[in-house]
């Protein structure tokens, strides 16, 4: 028995014995083939592909630049007539089923036979829409966008943009020669998303949209879902779908069972490109965790890493949200990366900037040729600090965007915290303005409700979706309540803003101004360290030393030391004990782990030579480093240092008020009772015999000792241990005196720590200079 096609009526097969069609082509009125050609057509499936009328089935099939098009059937082939500029029509008869492919004829010869994108349906469900409309579509970046499909068991890539005020948009890619004139896009009604099937694309197709305005021009623009991109200079979208398998499935069940603000956490800032100039992600991959497992890091954060058309900005003027740069590899060769550092146990951090974005044609700008992902109003779309523009936060498909993307990255690519970059700017409606460059809210108050509202639901979201990742505020403002949660009460009652963290940066410009100055003046300005005990505990807090402090003539931080030398490196020693015995999560800028004297540079990265053997002053730096590895260490394994940082109990000064002397003391304490006594003697003298307040009796050993030669200094201290005297002092039971090294930080425990200060602990290896 033999199978074939399904059975026509002979009047059918005989029709279609000539292969031309006989009966008169269906052709669409001349205002609606006009619209179509001129990529102004809200529906081209509408007149495009099979449409069964009172006198046949009509078929129109739309190629620019054929000769001829031939409809191939199950019973044979037809040829369609030719109408205007690439449109190709036919009439079959009733009844007919409309499953058919095209084949091509021009000026290159007849093409291998194509499917037909506008005989299927849209690819996005009811459901969808409805959500995007809502602006609650949590994993936006699965419907919109490109994506690998296969319908009605044919494979091809979807299309979705969302272009609301675009009377018409087009597919342009290098499939068809940038000419969108065959391949326009249907709106899908009052969600403002355009959506397209292309059958027989695959991975790797380079594409854009072309956006037809009201005003009458065509704008060509990347896709704002676009996962993959071209590598700049180019700005094409990249249709991509993931093929990694992730092996990291233990970091992930480990990563929630204790809240970040409770765990010991130390971060490593640096920016990719330049942390070793001309390593891909790979590469990286074999480097970087290797290194921060060196120094004992618990966390790595990225300066931005989403893709952006200038190197210059550092990542922080971002046209593609939702792909990780292309200058470094691809989004499954960033996946390795985070891969490879969380099997190594480093938590990752990466720079999220929903604050702003860049005025460039080809991105989201005036997206669909009107204001859409920006405000309408220019007082608020425009941001003067930078020549960008802001988000348009009280619009909820642009807040979706957003909410939707910080998702993502947690989702796709496994991230465990974002530190949201410039939160300041957005919650206030006057940030870098003047009065009449700004308009009030409702209320006639300056604060941005939109933006609460959104930083509100992207806190929410992310962690609820995604347990055990971190959201961290850059904030520099008092704004009250920027890590109390979101139900809670907050400035104008509006709630908590709900981040876990946030960058304590009173901290730093008061800690940073004080080192900078000379010690003989450090006494009229001691407060400058202890102010931050007045407020420590109203946020949860990280301590950041960040790359915004050693670029654009600020100077590295050892440069900004007084002193000689041999000073300036003690003062950058000592500070480092001091912060990370202060209360709060650390985080320290790639070149000042080994007291790189230059400023930053993303060209030039950091200067790795000054390692290396040979070089003058080597082991200068390289005891920097050693300091920074047994930071770390002691930090993460003793409790005391890390588990109250955000309850008063965790913390008490021993005296606040030794001026004169350029001296801090104060205790750290864990929920089990174990102390830490940190002492920072912050003048160039040796101070001997100097009484300190002990919480418990016995013998006190020094674990930590930034003067101490392993890290490049003098030795000038005793070193311990030290018995407590039944003599209270500083509102102690108990006291002993010790030798104060000069411009030192030195720690303190009882009974002997878990790791002395004399066990040997490697830096890790230092990169070769590249």
């Known amino acids: 028995m033999t199978t074939g096609p399904a059975p026509v009526t002979p009047r059918l097969a005989l029709e279609l014995d000539p292969p031309v069609l006989q009966l008169s082509p269906a052709r669409p009125a001349p205002e609606e083939t006009a619209r179509l050609l001129a990529g102004r057509h809200h529906d081209p499936h509408a007149l495009l592909g099979a449409h069964p009328g009172k006198s046949g089935v009509a078929v129109r099939v739309l190629r620019p630049g054929a000769d001829t098009v031939l409809l191939e059937t199950e019973v044979g082939r037809m040829a369609l007539s030719p109408a205007e500029d690439g449109l190709f029509t036919g009439l079959l008869p009733s009844g007919w089923q409309a499953d058919y492919r095209l084949r091509v004829i021009d000026a290159d010869g007849e093409s291998p036979a194509q499917e037909d994108g506008y005989r299927f349906a849209p690819t996005l469900g009811e459901l969808d829409l409805h959500l995007i409309r809502e602006g609650r579509h949590e994993q936006l970046w699965r419907v919109l966008g490109s994506h690998l499909r296969v319908v009605d068991g044919v494979a091809g890539v979807a299309f979705a943009v969302w272009a609301p005020n675009a009377v018409g948009v087009r597919l342009v890619g290098d499939f068809n020669f940038w000419d969108g004139t065959g391949l326009p896009m249907r709106s899908l009604g009052a969600s403002g998303v355009w959506e397209l099937f292309v059958p027989g694309l695959g991975e790797g197709a380079v594409y854009k949209y072309e956006i037809a305005t009201r005003d009458g021009r065509l704008l060509q623009k990347a896709d704002p879902l676009a996962r993959r991109t071209e590598g700049p200079p180019a700005t094409a979208s990249v249709v991509h779908e993931s093929s990694y398998v992730w092996g990291d499935e ?30 891909t992600y790979r590469q990286l991959a074999a480097e970087l965790p290797g290194y921060l497992r060196g120094l004992n890091f618990t966390h790595v954060e990225f300066m931005p890493v989403l893709e952006h058309p200038f190197g210059g900005s550092w990542g922080y003027q971002v046209s593609g949200f939702y792909a990780p740069t292309a200058r470094l590899g691809s989004p499954d060769d960033f996946r390795f990366l985070v891969d490879a550092l969380h099997r190594a146990g480093i938590g990752v951090i990466m720079d999220w900037v929903p604050a702003h974005f860049p005025k460039d044609e080809f991105a989201l700008a005036r997206f669909d040729g009107e204001p859409l992902y920006e405000p309408a109003d220019p007082r608020r779309a425009e941001h003067p600090d930078w020549g960008t523009l802001t988000f348009d936060y009280g619009r909820t498909e642009v807040r979706n965007f957003l909410v939707a993307n910080a998702v993502y990255w947690c989702e796709e690519f496994h991230i465990d915290g974002l530190r949201v970059d410039a939160v300041a700017s957005m919650l206030y409606l006057d940030y870098s303005r003047e009065d009449g460059q700004w308009a009030p809210n409702q209320f006639g108050g300056r604060e941005n409700l939109d933006a609460v509202a959104f ?25 009250d309540g920027v890590t109390r949660p979101t139900d809670a009460l907050g400035q104008s009652g509006a709630g908590g803003l709900g981040f876990g963290l946030k960058w304590n940066m009173g901290w730093m410009h008061d800690s940073l101004r004080y080192f900078a100055r000379e010690p003989i003046h450090r006494q009229y300005h001691h407060h400058e360290l202890t102010f931050s005990m007045v407020y420590a505990y109203a946020e949860n807090y990280v301590l950041p030393i960040s790359h915004d402090e050693v670029v654009h003539g600020k100077g590295s931080l050892v440069a900004k030391m007084p002193g000689d030398w041999w000073q300036q490196r003690a003062n950058h020693r000592a500070y480092l004990g001091f912060m990370w015995a202060h209360p709060g999560k650390q985080l320290l800028f790639m070149g000042q782990e080994f007291a790189q004297g230059a400023e930053w540079d993303h060209e030039q990265g950091p200067q790795w030579w000054l390692l290396e053997e040979g070089w003058p002053a080597a082991e200068d730096h390289r005891g920097v480093r050693r300091l920074l590895a047994d930071l770390n260490q002691l930090y993460q394994d003793y409790p005391p240092l890390w588990q109250l940082d955000a309850d008063p109990a965790g913390f008490h000064w021993l005296d606040a008020d030794a001026a004169q002397d350029n001296v801090y003391s104060f205790v750290r304490r864990d929920t089990a009772g174990r102390t830490l006594v940190a002492v920072c003697n912050l003048s160039p003298n040796v101070r001997a015999d100097y009484r300190i307040g002990l919480p418990a009796a016995g013998r006190w050993h020094v674990v930590l000792d930034t003067d101490h030669s392993r890290y490049g200094g003098a030795d000038a201290g005793q070193g311990g241990p030290y018995q407590a005297a039944e003599l209270p002092w500083q509102g102690q039971p108990f006291s002993a005196e010790l030798t104060l090294p000069p411009l030192a930080t030195v720690w303190l425990c009882p009974q002997g720590p878990e790791l002395p200060l004399t066990a040997a602990r490697s830096a890790g290896p230092a990169p070769e200079a590249g």
């Open 455 to 479: 930083l509100q639901e992207m806190n929410a979201t992310v962690y609820r979706r995604c347990p055990g990742v971190v959201t961290i505020a850059e904030e520099s403002t008092a704004w």
């Open 250 to 279: 233990r970091w992930l069940r480990h990563r929630s069972a204790r809240p970040v603000q409770d765990g010991a956490m130390s971060i490593y800032e640096l920016h990719l490109g330049s942390w070793r100039p001309g390593l």
